[in-house]
Every structure is written in structure tokens, then in C-alpha cells.
């Protein structure tokens, strides 16, 4: 079985992991310090941050932001619900807003209009962006917007390492952008993520935030407010600095490999079977999720590729559709890409001739 995606772990990965399992320091030595140095290296950033999954990291980000208990934050419908679940846990309520078909990103025209219609008892406070499967958000975009109408901006970069946005890497010149390393993500370490930063106000609250409020002062260690324990072990570190050489090539081949589908499936594109998703130059290609027209049962679709040994899947969710967020008016898009959306499997490490047989097989199935 093609699967949906697997973790591409470089032979150094393991000799590193154990130097950490021997020298005694599983957390906080020196693999978490150099790879977060790397990370902020890699990434161009002020600061960066390991943390002990990107849920911890959105979470953080959050709470870091100091905003009052119920302020409202909005979030895109499509994306995978810990993006609004971790709101919900800093208290504060998320609100959400329509996508566009083909990025899957946040939709800047909704976003206008949900601020001018918004009808709650206070105004938002601040906006989460989601940049789904490694294509940016329209940043400038968003980012005129959100000065327009008073609203901080956090981004979701869960599965953006190394994806690019209208200004260069995303995280390189974010207030907060917070990264997963899940298995599913290009680089993994298990359980895992970051947060990059290039405010020191936020820095400071993050990294004391992650690890129990602590303060290091003359006396020893000081509790100057309430923290959580949201640290990466060193050996998953070790793993994750393993990877980051390798990442930029890796993102190149997803590159490629994604002109490989879009060239096999043109067919079915034009047949309007599928919507293909707009391949934006910085792209990172996390997942490649492609669009079952309407009145195409995915099960089957899912189910008859399974029996051709490829596994497909679900993409994301749609956070109003299960009913976790509130919004106003119609929301379509993410509703539509919840249920029609499908993922193909996709990974650096697979061949061109195993996307070509899977593109094939899609089209027999699809009969075109
Ligand atoms: C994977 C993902 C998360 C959650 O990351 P974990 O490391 O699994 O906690 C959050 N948001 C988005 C958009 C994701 O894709």
C-alpha cells in the first residue's frame, strides 16, 4: 500500500539520538539548544521555541497574547480543529470565516466581510491564520486588514516549515507562528513542534509560559505566574535537527512531485471530476488534497483506491460543519472541502512512477 504519507528519517538521526540517551540530559541539553538554533537559523527568526506538539505551540501563542477571557479570535473554517480547540483552552472564542476553493487559505474577502457585518457583544481581537497543508495565507492581504480593524495576527504554520508567503519563509517575521513536528508533517520527531517569534515580549512569555512560569534568578528558580510543562525531549530534538538539513531539498521534490500529479490528473480536472489545488511558487506541499466534484461518494472513491493499493484519505475539517465554531451567514467552502476534499498519498520520498500509478488508478476509478 502507497500510504497517505511516511516519516523520511535520515540514518544520522539515530547515533544522535542515542549520544542523548547516553549523556543523561534527555531534556533541555544541548540537541534541544542546537536545534532551536538551527530552526532560527532556517527560518530567519528573532526567536524560536521547541515545543511538545504544535497544539502546545497554537496554545501558547494564544495565551502569550494576554487577551481577556471570551475575546473573540477568528480562525479559517477549513483546517484541522486544534487551531480553534486550543482557543477554546486560553479561554478565549473563536469565530470562524470562509475559505478560498482552490489554497484552502483563509479568504480575505469573507474575512472583510465578516468585520463589517460583525455583530457580537465586543469586537475581535486578534486573527489566527491557517496556512493549510504548506500554502500561504495572503498575507499582505490579511495583514492590511487586520491593521485596519485593530486585530493581532498569529499564524497556524503547522504544516508550513519552509513554505514560503508574498514576503519569504513563514515564521521568519511573525508576531507568532507556531509549527507541528506530528509524523504526518515534513519533519518529524515524533510528537513535536515550535513557535518562531520576532516580538521579545512574547518571546519572554513563551518560553517561561512552556515551562511552569519558571524565572531564573540569583536565588535559583522563581514562579512569577502560573506555567505549563510544554518542553521537547533532547532525543526528539536530535531527530528534528537530523531532518532540517535535508528540508529544503525535500520541499523541492514535493515541488516537482505536485507538477506530476497536476499533469496526471489534468484529465480529470477538465472532465470537471476534480478541482486541483492551486500550486502557489512557495508552496511547501505538506499534503496534497485535490477536490471531488459534487455527487462523487468518497467513501467509495477512498475504498475502491485502498483495493488498488493506494490509501487516500480526509484532508481537513470544517470547524462550523462539526459544529465547534460560531460564524455568521453562509459558510460553503470549508463545508465543501471537509466532505468532497480528498488526500492523495504524497511524500518526498516516493517515486514518480508511484504518483503516475496512483494518478491512474484515480482515473479509472473516476472513469476518465
Ligand atoms: C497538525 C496540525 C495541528 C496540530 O499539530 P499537533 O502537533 O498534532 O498538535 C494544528 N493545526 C494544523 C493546521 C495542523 O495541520
Redesign the pocket.
Known amino acids: 500500500m502507497l500510504t497517505l504519507s511516511r516519516p523520511n528519517i535520515p540514518s544520522t538521526a539515530l547515533p544522535a539520538m542515542g549520544d542523548v540517551l547516553d549523556s543523561g540530559m534527555l531534556v533541555y541539553g544541548k540537541q534541544g539548544l542546537a536545534f532551536e538554533a538551527a530552526l532560527k537559523d532556517f527560518l530567519g527568526a528573532k526567536h524560536v521555541f521547541l515545543v511538545s ?3 502546545a505551540a ?1 496554545h501558547l501563542s494564544y495565551l502569550a497574547l494576554g487577551l481577556e477571557r471570551d475575546d473573540w479570535v477568528i480562525v479559517p473554517d477549513f ?2 480543529p ?2 480553534s480547540s486550543a482557543a477554546h483552552f486560553a479561554n478565549l472564542r473563536p469565530f470562524a470565516v470562509d475559505v478560498d476553493p482552490t489554497t484552502y487559505t483563509l479568504d480575505p474577502d469573507a474575512l472583510e466581510a465578516a468585520l463589517d457585518n460583525w455583530s457580537e457583544d465586543r469586537r475581535p481581537r486578534a486573527i489566527m491564520v ?1 496556512h ?1 497543508f504548506g500554502a500561504a495565507a495572503k498575507m499582505t492581504h490579511i495583514r492590511e486588514i487586520a491593521r485596519r480593524h485593530d486585530l493581532t495576527v498569529l499564524e ?1 504554520a ?2 508550513a516549515i519552509g513554505a514560503l508567503d508574498d514576503n519569504g519563509l513563514i515564521g521568519a517575521d511573525s508576531l507568532a507562528a507556531s509549527f ?1 513536528f ?1 509524523p504526518r ?1 515534513t519533519l518529524t520527531t515524533g ?1 513535536g ?1 515550535a513557535i518562531a517569534t520576532n516580538d521579545d515580549a512574547m518571546a519572554q512569555r513563551i518560553d517561561r509560559l512552556r515551562n511552569h512560569g519558571i524565572v531564573r534568578g540569583p536565588n535559583g528558580v522563581d514562579f512569577p505566574e502560573a506555567g505549563l510543562n510544554y518542553r521537547l525531549t533532547d532525543f526528539q530534538a536530535a531527530l528534528g535537527l537530523a531532518q532540517l538539513p535535508e528540508l529544503s531539498g525535500w520541499i523541492e521534490t514535493r515541488r516537482a512531485l505536485a507538477r506530476v500529479y497536476a499533469e496526471a490528473l489534468a484529465p480529470l480536472a477538465k472532465a470537471g471530476r476534480i478541482t486541483l489545488p492551486k500550486a502557489l511558487p512557495g508552496h511547501s506541499w505538506q499534503t496534497h488534497m485535490i477536490v471531488l466534484a459534487d455527487g462523487i461518494d468518497r467513501a467509495q472513491v477512498i475504498a475502491a483506491m485502498a483495493e488498488r493499493g493506494y490509501q487516500c484519505g480526509l484532508g481537513a475539517q470544517s470547524v462550523t460543519d462539526l459544529g465547534l465554531v460560531k460564524h455568521h451567514g453562509p459558510i460553503t467552502v470549508g463545508p465543501r472541502l471537509y466532505h468532497q476534499g480528498l488526500a492523495l498519498p504524497f511524500c518526498e520520498s516516493y517515486t514518480v512512477e508511484e504518483l503516475r500509478g496512483c494518478a491512474e488508478a484515480l482515473c479509472g476509478v473516476l472513469g476518465a
Request: with cysteine; glycine share 12%; aromatic share 6%.
Open positions: 506538539s504544535g497544539t497554537l483546517t484541522f486544534a487551531t491557517v493549510e497556524d503547522a504544516c507541528s506530528h508533517k510528537e513542534g
